[in-house]
């Protein structure tokens, strides 16, 4: 019961916003439609008085049948809004556009010539009337309802362009939420509590690591709306994000950390090496002076970022928000030729990300 209740609000809905996209076209429709219905009216009257015959009877006529199609014209574009034609598969929409077509130009017959009848005394209501008028009509609608059908479409995928512009916009943000909130609550915990425990006994080393916080935390801060960062910056981040571990977990890991320096300035996505290294310290089985290793080298084909640490690849690790989160930054920058993958191999996990070169 409650799922109808939610369709028929949704129906509500779509039909209210459909209607009210009727009334902001209603000035661009009134403009075109009168060009275009005076356009039939002016090549009609050519014909009929200078071509075929010499008829001023046909002033009148085109006058009330070019006067009639304007008028229905309305109500095949509310039709062709209301029901979302255009949002249909192709075949349909062609099938539902004809039918239509078929429907509003013999409407405008019907209507029409019992006005002519009664107006001229003429007895016109004939079906080899009505199929002649209804061949000369036909093509005017025709021509009205695909070029109506290409405006439409015009508009629908403009709209499609900009709702996924928009949803672009909003996944940027999400991801920047994510980014400044990367560093997790449960870490600063402990690196404040650590540092607080430090104040009398080491002093030194308190302040220290008061500056590695601070140094992190703008870090983060400033580069929350940057899609790229150096990869020195970046290791700068990770070198102070290891030493505030180093003070929590002390003699239980032991860091290594490799960097080509001719990569310096080669550009990667913010708080990457960091989110993989807290990804390694946060599963891995840290104790007895464990190593974990940060690796980023410059191949002969590519550039690898790794870090290993210690322990066995249990569950689906890779496919957590962060690490997700982190693959789709990678492939937004560098496309197709970015490879991520976490596998294990000698009682270690690998996090691997290679970018192949230009």
Same mark, same amino acid.
């Given at each position: 019961?409650?799922t109808s209740?939610t369709?028929d609000t949704n129906?509500?809905k779509n039909?209210?916003m459909?209607l009210?996209?009727?009334?902001k076209?209603?000035?661009?429709?009134?403009?075109?439609n009168t060009?275009?219905w005076?356009s039939?009216?002016l090549v009609n009257?050519f014909f009929?008085?200078?071509? %075929?015959?010499? *008829?001023p009877?046909?002033y !009148?006529y &085109?006058v $009330?049948i070019?006067?009639m199609?304007f008028?229905?014209s309305f109500f095949l574009?509310?039709v062709l809004?209301?029901f979302?034609v255009i949002e249909?598969?192709?075949?349909?929409t062609i099938i539902?556009s004809?039918?239509?077509?078929?429907?509003v130009?013999l409407?405008?017959i019907f209507?029409?010539t019992?006005?002519?009848?009664?107006?001229?005394d003429e007895?016109s209501f004939?079906?080899?009337y009505?199929v002649?008028?209804?061949?000369?009509l036909?093509?005017s609608?025709f021509?009205?309802?695909?070029?109506?059908?290409?405006?439409?479409?015009?508009?629908?995928?403009r709209k499609?362009t900009?709702e996924?512009?928009e949803?672009?916009?909003?996944l940027k943000?999400?991801?920047?939420?994510?980014l400044?909130?990367?560093l997790?609550p449960? %870490?600063?915990? *402990?690196?404040?509590?650590n !540092?607080? &425990?430090? $104040?009398l006994?080491?002093?030194?080393?308190a302040?220290?690591?008061l500056?590695?916080?601070?140094d992190?935390?703008?870090y983060?801060?400033?580069y929350q709306?940057?899609?790229?960062?150096?990869l020195?910056?970046?290791?700068?981040?990770?070198?102070s994000y290891?030493e505030?571990n180093?003070i929590?977990?002390?003699?239980?890991v032991?860091?290594?950390?490799s960097v080509?320096e001719?990569l310096?300035?080669?550009?990667i996505p913010p708080?990457?090496?960091?989110?993989l290294?807290?990804?390694a310290?946060?599963?891995?089985?840290?104790k007895?002076?464990a190593?974990?290793v940060?690796e980023?080298?410059?191949?002969?084909?590519?550039?690898s970022?790794?870090?290993?640490n210690?322990?066995?690849l249990?569950?689906?690790?890779?496919?957590g928000?962060?690490l997700? *989160?982190l693959?789709?930054r990678?492939?937004d920058?560098?496309?197709?030729?970015?490879?991520f993958k976490?596998?294990?191999a000698n009682n270690?996990?690998i996090?691997?990300?290679?970018?192949?070169?230009?």
């Amino acid at each position: 019961m409650v799922t109808s209740i939610t369709v028929d609000t949704n129906f509500l809905k779509n039909s209210s916003m459909t209607l009210k996209k009727i009334e902001k076209a209603k000035k661009e429709f009134w403009i075109a439609n009168t060009l275009g219905w005076l356009s039939v009216y002016l090549v009609n009257i050519f014909f009929q008085t200078n071509v %075929f015959t010499e *008829n001023p009877d046909a002033y !009148i006529y &085109s006058v $009330i049948i070019c006067g009639m199609s304007f008028i229905m014209s309305f109500f095949l574009r509310w039709v062709l809004l209301y029901f979302n034609v255009i949002e249909r598969k192709f075949v349909h929409t062609i099938i539902l556009s004809a039918l239509l077509m078929i429907v509003v130009s013999l409407l405008v017959i019907f209507a029409y010539t019992p006005i002519i009848d009664y107006f001229f005394d003429e007895d016109s209501f004939k079906w080899k009337y009505i199929v002649h008028d209804w061949v000369n009509l036909a093509p005017s609608f025709f021509n009205w309802t695909l070029i109506y059908l290409s405006y439409i479409l015009f508009i629908h995928q403009r709209k499609l362009t900009a709702e996924k512009y928009e949803m672009s916009l909003e996944l940027k943000e999400t991801e920047l939420a994510n980014l400044r909130n990367q560093l997790s609550p449960h %870490f600063l915990f *402990n690196a404040i509590n650590n !540092i607080r &425990s430090l $104040i009398l006994v080491e002093p030194e080393r308190a302040r220290s690591g008061l500056l590695e916080m601070s140094d992190l935390l703008r870090y983060v801060l400033n580069y929350q709306k940057r899609k790229t960062v150096p990869l020195s910056e970046e290791m700068e981040v990770v070198q102070s994000y290891i030493e505030l571990n180093t003070i929590h977990l002390g003699d239980n890991v032991q860091f290594e950390v490799s960097v080509d320096e001719s990569l310096n300035s080669f550009q990667i996505p913010p708080m990457s090496i960091q989110l993989l290294l807290e990804n390694a310290i946060k599963h891995g089985e840290i104790k007895d002076k464990a190593k974990v290793v940060i690796e980023v080298k410059n191949q002969t084909d590519f550039i690898s970022i790794q870090v290993i640490n210690p322990g066995k690849l249990l569950t689906k690790s890779d496919e957590g928000i962060g690490l997700k *989160n982190l693959k789709h930054r990678f492939k937004d920058i560098f496309k197709e030729k970015v490879k991520f993958k976490i596998f294990e191999a000698n009682n270690t996990v690998i996090a691997n990300i290679t970018i192949a070169h230009d």
